[in-house]
């Protein structure tokens, strides 16, 4: 079968840095998203990764092993507005987007 | 550009009813996307489509039908809905390469009573 796993819930405090893990087993992969997603809103597109390494946005920085099939979104200069949920979706090899179930990050003042 | 617009934005439905769930993009996407997200859960793929008069079966399709006879709209149909059927639903839409990202509808918000 196929799976994603992320950790249920992070919490992380005002201006710190935190990285938010996923870890696929999917039949075949041809990239990576990283989505953002407000309570009761739409997801929204943060990142990208087909190659392995690490792509940087800014505040958001997203890296990526194929060979170990893990990913790790590093969010830095933390905000009240970055709590949200993260989901993390890998692209197969029928070119199907797999969604993990989210990660629901606690911002604290 | 409106981009991907879904209506309604709420429905309550009883057991056994019916309804169409609306769904249009301006962005002369290709690919049209379907899904439900139940609380706390990722995104469940019901149904897509790769262009105008081609749809195919997601994850879960069961209880639901779809058509796209345009590029701009894919609507998404309920029949005799069930409770098992509460979820959010969103709809999203992409360009052709792999790569691109989904860009998503702001969702409609269905309770089944």
């Known amino acids: 079968g196929q799976n994603i796993d992320q950790p249920t819930e992070m919490t992380a405090t005002e201006g710190a840095i935190v990285q938010i893990n996923c870890t696929y087993q999917t039949s075949g992969f041809n990239g990576l998203f990283w989505y953002q997603q407000h309570a009761g809103e739409a997801p929204t597109f943060l990142s990208y990764n087909v190659l392995d390494g690490l792509e940087e946005k800014g505040r958001f920085s997203s890296f990526l092993s194929r060979s170990k099939g893990y990913s790790y979104l590093l969010l830095k200069e933390l905000q009240m507005k970055d709590s949200a949920s993260y989901l993390c979706a890998v692209i197969d090899s029928n070119y199907q987007l797999i969604w993990g179930a989210g990660t629901k990050l606690i911002i604290k003042p | 550009n409106a981009g991907v617009t879904q209506t309604p934005k709420f429905r309550i439905l009883k057991i056994g009813q019916s309804m169409t769930l609306q769904c249009t993009q301006d962005?002369?996407?290709?690919?049209m996307y379907w899904y439900r997200q139940d609380p706390g859960m990722g995104l469940k793929l019901i149904y897509y489509?790769?262009?105008?008069?081609?749809?195919d079966k997601g994850e879960v399709p069961n209880g639901y039908n779809v058509s796209r006879s345009t590029t701009e709209d894919f609507p998404l149909r309920l029949e005799l809905a069930a409770p098992s059927q509460t979820s959010v639903y969103f709809c999203?839409?992409?360009?052709?390469?792999?790569?691109?990202?989904?860009?998503f509808g702001p969702g409609t918000r269905l309770t089944v009573l």
């Open positions: 962005m002369n996407h290709n690919y």
């Open positions: 489509s790769v262009g105008a008069g081609i749809t």
């Open positions: 999203a839409s992409r360009p052709d390469s792999v790569g691109n990202e989904q860009f």
